[in-house]
């Protein structure tokens, strides 16, 4: 198992999907952490602006660390998916067969011990402050249906505050560091050579 960490707009998505055809042989499975939210129904706009979805308790950590320990068993799991302009986790779920790998990607992925306790490789992507601002505000205008004031105002209040607090420390439980606004080939190349070291003879 793979763990990928890092903050909002650092790669950690765009590394974890490399990976996977680097990988492809060993038929990889990729879990984004956003697919684990919790619903959050019928909330108007105004309480979601104050909704904090920047720290670990928004996320469903019970069901993935359960989906998790399912996988490394060799057990098929039922992933989630999650609605980011409705908040709310939908009915439907996709069928997940355990692969050679998983890959595990999401700002908190090396915040839980228990998360951590699971992974192989724990990676942290490190990447400058603005350039994760100017990719998040892409994302959110093409994906999430934002505007650029609250893409803005939410970075502000809560993105780069809960980073700080809860995302750039855990850069400690990691194994490989890498740089998200580098050359993703190098990136790439430091997280296979931890995972060689893991199964290369000793001596």
């Known amino acids: 198992m793979i ?17 996977a055809a680097e990988l492809r042989r060993a038929a990889p499975v990729v879990l984004p952490l956003d697919c684990y939210y919790r619903s959050l129904p019928g ?10 979805l920047d720290e670990p308790d928004a996320l469903d950590v019970e069901l993935l660390v359960r989906q998790l320990r399912a996988l490394a068993r060799g057990r098929a799991i039922e992933r989630p998916h999650y609605d ?10 996709t069928a ?8 595990v990607e999401g700002l908190f992925t090396l915040y839980w011990p228990a998360v951590r306790r699971l992974l192989h490789t724990r990676v942290y992507v490190d990447t400058a402050d603005g350039i994760c601002f100017e990719r998040r505000m892409a994302r959110d205008l093409r994906e999430r249906a934002c505007t650029p004031e609250e893409v803005r105002r939410r970075y502000e209040r809560t993105v780069r505050p809960m980073a700080e607090r809860y995302v750039l420390p855990t850069r400690a439980h990691a194994d490989v560091v890498v740089r998200g606004d580098g050359a993703l080939d190098a990136a790439v190349a ?14």
């Open 3 to 19: 763990g990928i960490a890092g903050p909002s707009g650092s790669g950690k998505s765009v590394l974890a999907e490399r990976l």
């Open 43 to 52: 909330m108007s706009a105004g309480r979601f602006e104050a909704h904090n």
């Open 84 to 93: 980011y302009v409705a908040h709310v986790r939908l009915s439907e779920t």
């Open 96 to 103: 997940v067969s355990p692969g050679g790998v998983v890959i």
């Open 190 to 203: 430091a997280v296979l050579r931890h995972m060689d070291s893991l199964t290369a003879p000793e001596g």
